[in-house]
């Protein structure tokens, strides 16, 4: 028996006539439904918390956050430092080894991870994103999709091989269930996560993400993401296009760069605390002038808001997308 798996170690089977099949696809169908029901579970988390912060809307922080006075801003976002701080530094002695960073697992480890400590940073991200902080909250499906992929891998006895496809599915099949888009989270799953868009993988990639997805409809609404108006094709506006796309590449590699030298030169030790704090308190600041302005601005304006990227289910936006909002949690342009 070990000949036999140690000949096979790593082979995706293609159809349930090969060996080990059942197991892999029984792995499959179980990622998608677990990481359906965690994230419908983490979004319902997240309109608790944010509730209960901005003392508003659970599902539009906009609106919560143009509601609530300057203090609240400062408040809330200090507060969402300190847990992060906090929180960072008591998720790091839960466990040692490798990180909790999904690609790098993927890569280096074989699709493992700390499960304790990746779910504690999973819940850790909702709550600091329902306080206003920037991380992206498909983060924590992301993570908890991962841990379950480890878990069902484990269960079934799966080679190594088979293990870094299904963390792959299940963070793609997180983001898909935290978004409704099943599609675009099996193209995540298998260009961003494994690195690989192989025929073999895209069944297991696509199956894993409308579970979860469809698992996730019974809790979350069935709703459009982002609300977009219909914009008619001009030659100018091709024109435009043309000439600022090559600025938007270049700006995109230098983004890139200064993601990577921000993570080189990240907070360590006790600076782990005090960075967060620090830096959402700064935005808390910045909130409170920027907010009051554009809600002047858009006082005057009789024109109905037209474009208001705010998900139906409390989704928080980074803050590249979110620069003239009350707390950097969305925007709206006034026509």
């Known amino acids: 028996m070990a000949r036999f798996v140690a000949k096979n170690n790593g082979a995706i089977p293609t159809t349930l006539a090969r060996p080990g099949a059942l197991r892999f696809w029984l792995a499959v169908c179980w990622i998608g439904t677990t990481t359906g029901l965690a994230a419908a ?6 309109e608790l ?7 508003g809307s659970g599902t539009n922080i906009l609106a919560a956050a143009r509601q609530a006075s300057g203090s609240r801003h400062l408040i809330v976002l200090i507060a ?5 701080g906090v929180g960072q530094v008591i998720l790091k002695e839960l466990s040692s080894g490798n990180g909790i960073d999904t690609t790098a697992a993927i ?7 700390p499960a304790l400590r990746t779910l504690g940073s999973a819940v850790l991200s909702i709550f600091a994103v329902a306080m206003g902080a920037s991380m992206g909250r498909e983060g924590a499906p992301k993570q908890a999709g991962a841990v379950f992929a480890n878990f069902f891998a484990d269960t079934e006895a799966l080679s190594d091989e088979q293990r870094r496809l299904l963390v792959a599915c299940g963070a793609g099949a997180g983001m898909g269930a935290a978004y409704g888009v099943p599609l675009g989270g099996a193209l995540f799953a298998l260009e961003v996560m494994r690195g690989k868009l192989a025929l073999r993988f895209v069944l297991p990639a696509l199956f894993a993400s409308l579970i979860a997805t469809g698992v996730s409809w019974v809790a979350l609404p069935n709703a459009p993401t982002y609300i977009i108006p219909s914009f008619s094709l001009s030659a100018s506006l091709i024109t435009w296009v043309i000439v600022v796309s090559p600025i938007f590449a270049f700006g995109s ?3 890139i760069r200064l993601v990577r030298l921000a993570d080189k030169n990240k907070p360590r030790g006790w600076q782990r605390f005090i960075a967060p704090a620090v ?37 928080s936006q ?18």
């Open 49 to 55: 918390v944010q509730r209960a912060a901005w003392r």
């Open 318 to 335: 980074p803050l590249s997308w979110s620069w003239n909002s009350p707390a950097g949690t969305g925007h709206s342009f006034c026509h």
């Open 80 to 84: 969402a430092g300190i847990l992060t």
């Open 253 to 255: 590699i230098l983004y």
């Open 41 to 46: 579970a983490l979004t319902r988390l997240l």
């Open 279 to 315: 830096i959402l308190g700064l935005l808390g600041m910045v909130s409170v002038r920027s907010g009051r302005a554009c809600l002047k601005d858009c006082s005057r304006c009789s024109a109905p808001v037209r474009f208001c990227p705010l998900p139906p289910r409390g989704r």
């Open 107 to 113: 890569w280096f480890f074989a699709g493992r991870m």
